[in-house]
């Protein structure tokens, strides 16, 4: 009986000590790749355009292929980054994800309350002076990803949906 206790309680203590490791480690690690892929692409703080998925192409985990994706790397160890995001019809959405992959912050065309989107991130090292009067977002983590969402009605549409989505700009801030 008390060795069959012992077997119960190591396999108790194994099983809590994985899942508290897979909870700590398994967001970073999956950041640490997508850091990795957006690194070979561009540099930080420089929105992608990429073009409209399809079944033969997937930068984002299930991408639809109704939706025009935009996205960033976001890097504010040293300065505030303002982030300006066009809307265009019939919706719009930017969103930041921290580098343990909690979503911070998500505004739509609905929510923003002004055309285009403007946002300045901060993050935990952040200079935070001089940013009165500014939209202010404190993002949990001084690297991360900004990702954009369009919709795109139809093929004859992406278009002028990718004209709007090509004016998103990434300005640090001194």
């Given amino acids: 009986m008390r060795r069959a206790l012992l077997w119960l ?8 000590l994985v899942h508290v490791a897979a909870v700590a480690l398994l967001p970073r690690a999956i950041m640490s790749r997508v850091f990795a892929g957006f690194s070979a692409q561009t540099p930080p703080n420089q929105f992608v355009h990429p073009p409209l998925a399809t079944h033969e192409t997937r930068a984002v985990v299930r991408p639809s292929p109704d939706l025009a994706y935009s996205s960033a790397l976001f890097d504010v160890s040293e300065h505030p980054l303002r982030v300006i995001v066009p809307l265009s019809a019939p919706y719009t959405s930017l969103s930041g994800f921290a580098d343990n992959t909690d979503n911070f912050f998500a505004l739509n065309d609905q929510t923003a309350g002004t055309d285009p989107i403007d946002v300045v991130i901060v993050g935990p090292s952040t200079a935070r002076s001089g940013l009165e009067g500014l939209r202010v ?5 001084d690297r991360g990803v900004l990702l954009v969402r369009r919709v795109v009605a139809n093929a004859d549409a992406f278009a002028a949906v990718n004209a709007v989505r090509q004016q998103a700009r990434v300005e640090l801030l001194p």
């Avoid at 977002?137 to 983590?141: G, L, T, V």
């Fill in 137 to 141: 977002i404190e993002a949990p983590s």
């Fill in 9 to 16: 309680l190591g396999i108790g203590l194994g099983a809590a």
